[in-house]
């Protein structure tokens, strides 16, 4: 499994960061519920602007369960970024297991009319407890 919270990669130009974080006031490990927020900076590198029109998430727990989550956009936004330019936002994931990773694609769109999927490196979704810890 994916150790760092942190990710960051670079695709055709376009940067993807990544921080996530536990939310512990939002979480009831006894119910198996462990809330986690990511914020994610998308910067334009390259030369062009380009426009995240969908999203391609794959979210694993601890127990290899992987759901797959694909949308338009992010946050209700497609957001246009011409370069130079960067966007940000925060959004979460709710998972059963107190740790668990994500990775994905971002789909960008350029003004010549051609499209690439911009990588979102894996990164860990950490409680800082483990099933273990719970048990003891």
């Known amino acids: 499994m994916v150790a760092e919270t ?3 990669s ?29 914020t994610i ?3 334009n590198e390259s030369g062009r602007t380009a426009q995240l029109r969908t999203r391609h998430w794959i979210i694993t727990d601890a127990r290899g369960s992987v759901e797959e989550v694909r949308g338009d956009g992010v946050v209700g936004e497609q ?4 370069p130079g ?17 994500m990775h994905g694609t ?20 950490a409680s800082g407890t483990t099933a273990r810890d719970e048990a003891n």
């Open 79 to 82: 957001p246009r970024l011409s």
């Open 106 to 125: 971002y789909r960008m769109w350029c003004d010549d009319g051609s499209s690439f999927d911009a990588v979102i490196a894996p990164f860990s979704l």
């Open 41 to 43: 900076t998308i910067s």
């Open 10 to 38: 670079v695709t055709e130009g376009i940067r993807v960061g990544v921080q996530s974080q536990y939310l512990p006031d939002q979480s009831e490990p006894t119910s198996d519920r462990y809330v986690f927020a990511y």
């Open 85 to 101: 330019q960067s966007f940000q936002y925060t959004s979460g994931c709710v998972l059963t297991t107190p740790v668990g990773t």
């Open 6 to 8: 942190t990710s960051s």
